[in-house]
């Protein structure tokens, strides 16, 4: 499958039209066969794609209701503060769901956010089954809505389609289970292994730039060291075309550096992190003792975190482990080459997406600094962006057995 990004910013699809296509596209059936439920869960994975860009940092959910092998409700997450997946197909079944099969990619959830339980809606529709891949791990679910979907008599089918859905919410499943932002690195490189040219700013095109752009929507937050900050004077926001105001989400944007000094100037022109106008956060992270948030005053986009080191250089797992308590699920790891060398060597990194500069020549098979830690991932995808390629590997995962198992326990 070609990457859904891609496809949200270069072929739009009309919602009602897809909405349609996916209606068409399932057998229907009464028989209640395990080659059905996969069908039926196939259709609420697609609807959950739908909110990839705008639901973050919720899951992406996607729910289909089937009576009597006709489906008679759909909808999906579209944005935080939101109504869920389940409440939109609920909408459209109106009685209809009485008696029914819901279909979840991910477990209903049963407390009181800023929407209200998903699970109270289902009991009060009086469904009669409720089909998903795993439990929701997050602390404030993580069984508890199967249970209370079993105390109120609704039967419970965990397993279908578990590898699928926890590849498309690896971000969110990954930091609830690990306890770490997933990581992903990210560089542009020549088909000769270089990772800068003489004579170009960029190696990658436009194309490949708003397909990057697409992902720092996604992501939590971006990263770089002190040393692209001072080569690049990158503004690391988000700058995907096609997204609305209300959309577009700034990722947090994080440099790492030896030094707690935050420069003014990148070469001769201001710096654009220091920038009052700039939109989101900026938080410099430095080795040091000091344990609270450090406001700037000359500079107030930024703030200054210090984390335990090893000499002046900072433990990347500790920075990591930090994230996740202030929330972080995921985090673009932009460069430069030390920092990128440093996750990998730490093997922190989850997934890896690499731009090419040619799609016509032979890959590089020099640079081993960066290739080589591929050899223990598996490519995902690759897509080609006008003169550039992009590729996806991701770390070989036992993600979605770690899931059931974890559901088995509850």
Same mark, same amino acid.
């Given at each position: 499958?070609?990457?859904?990004?891609?496809?949200?910013?270069?072929?739009?699809?009309?919602?009602?039209?897809?909405?349609?296509?996916?209606?068409?596209?399932?057998?229907?059936?009464?028989?209640?066969?395990?080659?059905?439920?996969?069908?039926?869960?196939?259709?609420?994975?697609?609807?959950?794609?739908?909110?990839?860009?705008?639901?973050?940092?919720?899951?992406?959910?996607?729910?289909?209701?089937?009576?009597?092998?006709?489906?008679?409700?759909?909808?999906?997450?579209?944005?935080?503060?939101? &109504? /869920?997946?389940? %409440?939109?197909?609920?909408?459209? *079944?109106?009685?209809?769901?009485? +008696?029914? #099969? @819901?279909?979840?990619?991910?477990?209903?959830?049963?407390?009181?956010?800023?929407?209200?339980?998903?699970?109270?809606?289902?009991?009060?529709?009086?469904?009669?089954?409720?089909?998903?891949?795993?439990?929701? &791990? /997050?602390?404030? %679910?993580?069984?508890?809505?199967? *249970?209370?979907?079993?105390?109120? +008599?609704? #039967? @419970?089918?965990?397993?279908?389609?578990?590898?699928?859905?926890?590849?498309?919410?690896?971000?969110?499943?990954?930091?609830?289970?690990?306890?770490?932002?997933?990581?992903?690195?990210?560089?542009?490189?020549?088909?000769?292994?270089?990772?800068?040219?003489?004579?170009?700013?960029?190696?990658?095109?436009?194309?490949?730039?708003?397909?990057?752009?697409?992902?720092?929507?996604?992501?939590?937050?971006?990263?770089?060291?002190?040393?692209?900050?001072?080569?690049?004077?990158?503004?690391?926001?988000?700058?995907?075309?096609?997204?609305?105001?209300?959309?577009?989400?700034?990722?947090?944007?994080?440099?790492?550096?030896?030094?707690?000094?935050?420069?003014?100037?990148?070469?001769?022109?201001?710096?654009?992190?220091?920038?009052?106008?700039?939109?989101?956060?900026?938080?410099?992270?430095?080795?040091?003792?000091?344990?609270?948030?450090?406001?700037?005053?000359?500079?107030?986009?930024?703030?200054?975190?210090?984390?335990?080191?090893?000499?002046?250089?900072?433990?990347?797992?500790?920075?990591?482990?930090?994230?996740?308590?202030?929330?972080?699920?995921?985090?673009?790891?932009?460069?430069?080459?030390?920092?990128?060398?440093?996750?990998?060597?730490?093997?922190?990194?989850?997934?890896?997406?690499?731009?090419?500069?040619?799609?016509?020549?032979?890959?590089?098979?020099?640079?081993?600094?960066?290739?080589?830690?591929?050899?223990?991932?598996?490519?995902?995808?690759?897509?080609?962006?006008?003169?550039?390629?992009?590729?996806?590997?991701?770390?070989?995962?036992?993600?979605?057995?770690?899931?059931?198992?974890?559901?088995?326990?509850?």
């Amino acid at each position: 499958m070609s990457d859904p990004l891609y496809h949200t910013l270069f072929a739009p699809i009309a919602s009602s039209y897809l909405t349609s296509m996916m209606r068409a596209s399932v057998a229907i059936t009464p028989q209640k066969t395990a080659s059905n439920q996969r069908e039926y869960m196939t259709l609420a994975l697609h609807l959950a794609a739908q909110g990839e860009l705008t639901c973050a940092p919720n899951p992406q959910v996607g729910c289909v209701i089937v009576r009597q092998g006709h489906i008679v409700g759909q909808g999906y997450h579209h944005r935080a503060g939101e &109504p /869920h997946a389940e %409440v939109h197909a609920l909408q459209e *079944a109106q009685h209809m769901a009485e +008696g029914a #099969d @819901v279909y979840v990619t991910l477990e209903p959830c049963s407390h009181q956010g800023r929407t209200p339980p998903c699970v109270d809606a289902l009991i009060k529709a009086r469904v009669a089954r409720v089909i998903i891949p795993f439990a929701d &791990p /997050h602390p404030r %679910v993580s069984g508890q809505g199967i *249970a209370k979907l079993k105390q109120a +008599g609704i #039967d @419970v089918i965990t397993g279908v389609l578990a590898t699928e859905a926890a590849w498309q919410n690896r971000l969110f499943l990954t930091a609830q289970l690990d306890n770490k932002p997933y990581i992903i690195a990210k560089w542009a490189m020549t088909t000769a292994g270089e990772l800068t040219h003489p004579s170009r700013r960029w190696i990658s095109n436009e194309a490949s730039r708003q397909h990057a752009h697409l992902w720092r929507q996604r992501v939590d937050a971006v990263m770089v060291g002190k040393g692209t900050v001072l080569s690049d004077n990158p503004a690391l926001t988000n700058r995907a075309a096609g997204l609305s105001t209300l959309q577009r989400r700034h990722p947090l944007r994080l440099i790492i550096s030896r030094s707690n000094v935050i420069p003014a100037l990148c070469g001769d022109k201001p710096c654009q992190l220091s920038h009052p106008g700039l939109p989101g956060e900026t938080w410099w992270i430095s080795p040091g003792t000091h344990t609270e948030p450090l406001s700037q005053p000359h500079q107030p986009g930024i703030t200054q975190w210090q984390l335990p080191s090893s000499g002046q250089l900072l433990l990347l797992p500790t920075l990591f482990s930090f994230l996740a308590t202030q929330h972080v699920a995921s985090v673009l790891v932009e460069g430069g080459p030390q920092v990128l060398a440093q996750c990998f060597e730490a093997g922190l990194v989850d997934e890896a997406h690499i731009y090419i500069d040619a799609i016509h020549a032979a890959l590089p098979k020099s640079h081993e600094y960066f290739w080589h830690p591929l050899a223990y991932f598996q490519k995902r995808d690759e897509v080609h962006l006008d003169d550039n390629i992009w590729l996806q590997y991701a770390k070989s995962s036992d993600l979605a057995s770690r899931l059931l198992e974890k559901t088995e326990n509850n």
